[in-house]
C-alpha cells in the first residue's frame, strides 16, 4: 500500500515537472510571435533573388549568433547554416528554410510592400517574396530562439538550413539544395532526419496539410530552339516560320498530357513559360526560342513524356520544313515524405493544432528542392496555413498579388519546435 502510494506520488510529481516544462517551452513560442512577423515584414520588404541574398544571409547570420549557436556562412553561395548542441548526447534533426525571392512585381498595397526592381535575364522587373519564402526564413529564426532557450530539453543537435535559390540558380550557376548536399551540409555531424514547411495561400491559418510519401512533383526545365528560315513578312512562302511551327509544337506538348497520359494514376503538366523570336513586325524571323518546365509524380511517366517531348517537336518541325531541338535540365526529384518519420510527426502536428486541424491532401504538381535532401536522409514536408479564415479563394504563388495572413506564423514555430524536441526525445 505505502509503495503503490510512493508511486503515484512520484508520478504526479513528474507530470507536474512536464506540465510545467511544457508550459515553459510554450511561452516561449508566444514571445517570438511578434518578431517573427517583423522579421518576415522586413524580408519581404527587401527580396534578394537566388545567390544573391546577401542582406537576407548578414540578417539570419546576425540572429543565429546573438543565440550562441554555431554559424556557417557562405554555404551555398549565400546559405547559411547554424548548428546548436543540445544539453544532452543524442540525434541530429535538421530544419530547412529557403530565402530566395522571384522576379516578380508586387502589386499589394502592403505597408511593406516591395520596391525592388532589378534586370532578370535582359528583362526590368520587380523582386518579390512571390512563394512565402520570407515567412519560412522568419519561422525558422523564431524556432532558433524558441530552441537556444530550451537546450536543456534538446537530446541532440539540430541543424538550422537556411537554404538560398530554391526557385533555381542564376543560369550557368549551381545554386539550392542540391549544392547543399553537395557541400555536405548534411554531414559533419551527420544529419538523422530533416524536416520542413511550406506557407499555402489557398489553407486557411491554423490548418496544416502533409502526405504520406510522393508529395511535390518531380520537375524539369526544358528550352526548345526552333530554327526555320527568315523571310520578307509579305512572303511566308519564300522562309520557313519559326513562330508557326512553334505554336504547333506547343500544340502538340498539350495533346502528350490529355491524349497520351494517365491522369487517373498521376497528375501531369506540361507548360511554357516564355517564348521569344523576332524583332519587326515585317520580318519572319530565322529562329524562336521556348522556355517551359515539365511537372511529374511518376517515374515511367516522366520518362514517357520526355521521350514524347523530344519525337514531337522534332518530327513538327520537320513537317514544316524547319529544326528543333530541346535541352533539358532536371531542377528536382519528386519530394517524398518518408513513411515511418511521417507516421511518428502526425502525434506531434495533432498537439500542437488540434487534430481537426491536420488534414491528410493529395499530390500537388509544384515542385520543392527540399527534395534533394530527402533523397539523402528521411524527410517530413508538409505545408503550413497562410490564407485569412473565412475567404474562399486565394491569389495563387507566383503572382504579382500573392498574400499571406500572418496569424498563422505562430503554428509554424510551434510546429517545427515540438517535431524537433519530440523526434530527439525518441
Same mark, same amino acid.
Given at each position: ?6 508511486? @503515484? ?12 516544462? $511544457? ?48 554559424? $556557417? ?57 512571390? @512563394? ?205 515524405n518518408d513513411l515511418d518519420l511521417t507516421a511518428q510527426s502526425l502525434p506531434t ?78
Open positions: 500500500m505505502k509503495y503503490t502510494k510512493t508511486l @503515484c506520488i512520484v508520478g504526479t510529481i513528474l507530470v507536474s515537472a512536464f506540465a510545467k516544462a $511544457q508550459t515553459s517551452f510554450d511561452q516561449d513560442i508566444a514571445a517570438v510571435k511578434d518578431k517573427v512577423i517583423e522579421w518576415r515584414r522586413d524580408f519581404h520588404q527587401n527580396p534578394e533573388l537566388g545567390n544573391r541574398e546577401f542582406k537576407t544571409a548578414e540578417k539570419i547570420a546576425k540572429h543565429l549568433k546573438s543565440l550562441g549557436i554555431e554559424v $556557417q556562412t557562405g554555404v551555398a553561395k549565400t546559405g547559411v547554416v547554424g548548428l546548436l548542441k543540445g544539453d544532452l548526447p543524442g540525434k541530429v534533426v535538421a530544419l530547412r528554410a529557403d530565402i530566395d525571392a522571384l522576379p516578380v512585381t508586387e502589386r499589394n498595397d502592403l505597408p511593406f510592400k516591395s520596391n525592388v526592381t532589378t534586370t532578370f535575364l535582359g528583362a526590368e522587373t520587380g523582386v518579390m517574396h512571390a @512563394c512565402g519564402h520570407d515567412t519560412h526564413t522568419a519561422i525558422l529564426m523564431g524556432v532558433a530562439e524558441v530552441l537556444a532557450k530550451n537546450k536543456d530539453k534538446i537530446k541532440g543537435s539540430v541543424k538550422f538550413v537556411f537554404q538560398p535559390a530554391e526557385e533555381g540558380p542564376p543560369p550557368g550557376e549551381e545554386g539550392g539544395a542540391k549544392l547543399m548536399v553537395k557541400e555536405g551540409v548534411l554531414q559533419n555531424p551527420q544529419v538523422d532526419a530533416i524536416f520542413g514547411l511550406h506557407i499555402n495561400s489557398a489553407t486557411p491559418a491554423g490548418t496544416i496539410r502533409y502526405k504520406p510519401g510522393g508529395t511535390m512533383a518531380a520537375t524539369e526545365r526544358f528550352v526548345v530552339k526552333v530554327k526555320g528560315k527568315q523571310s520578307h513578312g509579305s512572303q511566308p512562302w519564300s522562309g520557313v516560320d519559326p513562330i508557326l511551327i512553334s505554336a504547333q509544337i506547343i500544340d502538340g506538348f498539350q495533346s502528350i498530357i490529355s491524349r497520351e497520359s494517365n491522369l487517373t494514376e498521376e497528375a501531369a503538366v506540361i507548360t511554357v513559360g516564355k517564348i521569344t523570336s523576332g524583332l519587326r513586325f515585317n520580318i519572319i524571323p530565322e529562329s524562336a526560342e521556348m522556355i517551359g518546365t515539365v511537372r511529374t509524380l511518376d517515374p515511367d511517366m516522366r520518362e514517357k513524356i520526355i521521350r514524347r517531348m523530344n519525337e514531337m517537336a522534332r518530327d513538327i518541325a520537320k513537317a514544316y520544313g524547319g529544326e528543333a531541338e530541346i535541352e533539358w535540365q532536371n531542377m528536382t526529384v519528386v519530394t517524398y502536428l495533432q498537439k500542437v493544432s488540434g487534430a481537426e486541424n491536420v488534414q491528410l491532401q493529395k499530390a500537388v504538381t509544384g515542385g520543392e528542392d527540399f527534395s534533394f535532401f530527402q533523397e539523402k536522409v528521411p524527410g517530413f514536408y508538409f505545408f503550413l496555413g497562410g490564407m485569412t479564415p473565412g475567404n474562399k479563394e486565394a491569389f495563387p504563388h507566383h503572382t504579382p498579388d500573392f498574400y499571406i495572413d500572418e496569424s498563422g506564423f505562430q503554428l509554424g514555430v510551434k510546429a517545427l519546435s515540438q517535431l524537433t524536441v519530440d523526434y530527439l526525445s525518441k
